[in-house]
């Protein structure tokens, strides 16, 4: 089996557009302060703050090891997307993110059983999950016959899908700005929050894939 190498060069010089690549950055910096707040929120319960808040943190609470082994190798996997898409990388690197990415989308199933935001949370995540694994999995077919930019490209879908937290993340601050005037809970919007944040997410990245040659990207 080959030993898959990126070939060297800033992100723009492999055909990764400005927009996307300032995307991508605001979007790993969101998911890493998502997943501190959580692991914080999870040591040191907070005992003051809006009731939402403090309820959604008990939901987490009462199965925190199971969050702890779904947001952490998430966190882990984006940092190495990071080091994937930013430098050099070896077999390594993409050998970490396909482990670091199958417990992600595995434990993602069994975090489901406690959405929040019910059947509509739980269907999205059933439904881009299942992408998010598929890419993955396209991903590392690729690796294993040595074809490196259709390795790059399913790579890329599955961190574009993952970040789609990421985006979900304002969604759901809208949500909760706005929620004096709708009336809505977290129960009420979390699913619809997911939906939306994994759907723009998803659109862009294989909008953008489709208009890339695949030499451009890989």
């Known amino acids: 089996m080959k030993d898959v190498r990126t070939q060297a060069g800033p992100a723009n010089e492999r055909g990764y557009p400005a927009w996307i690549s300032t995307a991508f950055v605001v979007s790993v910096i969101i998911a890493l302060a998502a ?8 040591v040191h319960p907070s005992i003051g703050g809006p ?7 008990a939901v987490f609470s009462s199965h925190a090891v199971l969050t702890c082994f ?4 998430a966190a882990v996997f984006v940092c190495l997307s990071v080091v994937y898409f930013r430098r050099n990388c070896g077999t390594f690197t993409l050998r970490s993110l396909y482990a670091f990415g199958g417990v992600t989308g595995l434990t993602a199933y069994l975090m489901s059983w406690y959405a929040i935001g019910g059947w509509i949370e739980r269907t999205a995540v059933f439904v881009f999950n299942t992408w998010f694994l598929v890419s993955l999995g396209m991903s ?7 074809e490196a930019a259709a390795t790059r490209r399913w790579m890329t879908r599955a ?14 601050g809208v949500f909760f700005a706005t929620s004096t005037r709708t009336h809505l809970s977290p129960r009420d919007f979390f699913g619809l929050a997911f939906c939306i944040g994994f759907s723009i997410n998803t ?10 040659p695949a030499g ?3």
């Open 35 to 42: 997943v501190l707040r959580r692991l914080t929120a999870l």
């Open 51 to 57: 009731a939402e808040m403090r309820s959604l943190d």
């Open 70 to 73: 779904h947001i952490v190798p």
């Open 140 to 146: 590392f077919k690729f690796h294993r016959r040595g």
């Open 159 to 172: 961190v574009g899908v993952l970040l789609g937290i990421a985006t979900a993340r304002p969604v759901m």
């Open 203 to 212: 659109a862009l990245i294989e909008v953008f894939l489709r208009n890339r």
């Open 216 to 218: 451009k990207v890989g």
